[in-house]
């Protein structure tokens, strides 16, 4: 049988310059799709315009290039997909698959449920079940909830191994409009990446638990899973994870003291996939380059320079 070709991408959100964290899963990432002669993409993701801009995502193409991350097609930024979502969107309404949900922030703050790592709650179903009367009574808009089947998902990450997620009852019906308008990022990134053919998803560990999420959209909308490797955080000394509110750990402030070669080799040795923290182009990593080798927890990170 022929074997499809890799394809693998940058998402980064143009909100601010590059992090260290930011770098070092754009670095595995990278090596990961050239070590397999794949392709890669690059795509903004700015659906939040309030926090992103044009001038940053021009500086990260900068610094990929900086970097020697190279990538091989741009993809469309998500601002400018709002059409191609609402034909998503429509796709799920039309199966009653989604529907108004009209609580407020504190409404679902005050639930005492238990929440995801990344924050999100884990909604009780309140607006589920509401009746066309009870619905028109609002007289505002909502937001939009899919409907989660109580069903297990499970999959197998690259480096962290088995991971399991009771939809229902450890995530529950989560939002995919908001009551603005815009598309959430679990909607958009699956419809990008669908589309974009990505078969190979690496990112910082902080999203893995967006992926039960993600697949059961793939499934509605017909599109293949890829496969996925979280990769470890890069934690302050005091256990924080690295942030772009560090400013001294971003790339604006590290491309005037250090070259690319000492930053790529910081962060590769940092990975497990050095010996030594020694200058090297991130070029010369393809061939050795394995997820054997790579190192599955988070690390602290407390570069000197
Ligand atoms: N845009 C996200 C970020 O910059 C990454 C999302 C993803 O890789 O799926 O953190």
Not at 217 to 227: N, V
């Amino acid at each position: 049988m022929e074997q499809k070709k890799t394809v693998g991408r940058f998402a980064p959100t143009p909100s601010g310059r590059m992090h260290l964290g930011n770098v070092f899963a754009a670095l595995l990432a990278w090596l990961s799709v050239r070590s397999k002669g794949g392709e890669m993409v690059l795509r903004m993701e700015d659906l939040d315009t309030a926090r992103t801009k044009p001038e940053y995502a021009q500086l990260l193409r900068q610094d990929l290039a900086w970097l020697g991350l190279t990538y091989d097609r741009e993809t469309p930024p998500q601002s400018s997909r709002t059409q191609a979502y609402d034909c998503y969107f429509d796709r799920l309404r039309q199966q009653e698959l989604v529907y108004p949900c009209y609580c407020t922030r504190a409404q679902l703050h005050s639930v005492n449920a238990p929440h995801l790592s990344d924050g999100t709650y884990v909604y009780p179903g309140t607006c589920r079940d509401l009746t066309p009367q009870q619905r028109a009574a609002f007289r505002r808009e909502s937001a939009w909830r899919l409907r989660v089947p109580d069903r297990t998902v499970s999959f197998s990450d690259i480096l962290q191994g088995t991971v399991t997620q009771e939809l229902l009852r450890e995530c529950g019906d989560f939002v995919v409009r908001r009551s603005d308008g815009l598309y959430v990022y679990q909607l958009a990134v699956v419809a990008d990446d669908g589309e974009a053919g990505v078969t190979e998803v690496v990112r910082g560990l902080d999203l893995l638990g967006s992926v039960p999420r993600q697949m059961y959209l793939q499934e509605l909308f017909g599109f293949p899973h890829p496969e996925y490797a979280h990769v470890p955080l890069l934690l302050a000394p005091d256990g924080r994870r690295l942030s772009k509110r560090d400013r001294d750990l971003d790339l604006g402030y590290l491309r005037q003291r250090i070259t690319a070669r000492e930053l790529i080799g910081m962060l590769a040795y940092t990975a497990g996939l050095l010996e030594k923290p020694e200058p090297v182009a991130a070029q010369e990593l393809i061939g050795e380059f394995s997820w054997k080798r790579v190192q599955k927890d988070s690390v602290i990170f407390a570069p000197k320079w």
